[in-house]
């Protein structure tokens, strides 16, 4: 799955509610939290299994399409160039600004 099949899946879903697309926004932050919040309880419950977290983790993931289609954010477009200041502050902070050949990563450039 890429990010243009869960914002389709997230449209989906806004297409199929009662309320479809003129829910508040801040109720899909709190939708938000919740899920989170059940990852959380995945994780800390030994009873749970890989694939009741899978689930919990598709669940955040659609709510974060929701929003992002919401706003009218690409996340095809903003999520690499959010990892590529990630990579570079990681490296700057805990490798003094030279790029460790041997992690392997594709954001060799600071």
Not at 71 to 85: M, R, S, T, W, Y
Request: glycine share 8%.
């Amino acid at each position: 799955m890429n990010f243009d099949d869960l914002l389709q899946d997230a449209k989906e879903l806004c297409d199929l509610r009662p309320d479809g697309w003129t829910c508040d926004p801040l109720r899909d932050v709190v939708k938000l939290a919740e899920e989170t919040g059940e990852v959380a309880e995945c994780m800390v419950k030994s009873r749970k299994t890989k694939e009741d977290l899978g689930e919990e983790l598709s669940d955040v993931m659609v709510v974060i399409g929701v929003i992002a289609l919401r706003a009218g954010i690409n996340l095809n477009d903003v999520c690499p160039k959010k990892q590529e200041k990630r990579v570079q502050k990681i490296v700057k902070r805990f490798h003094g600004g030279v790029y460790p050949v041997e992690a392997g990563c594709t954001h060799q450039k600071i």
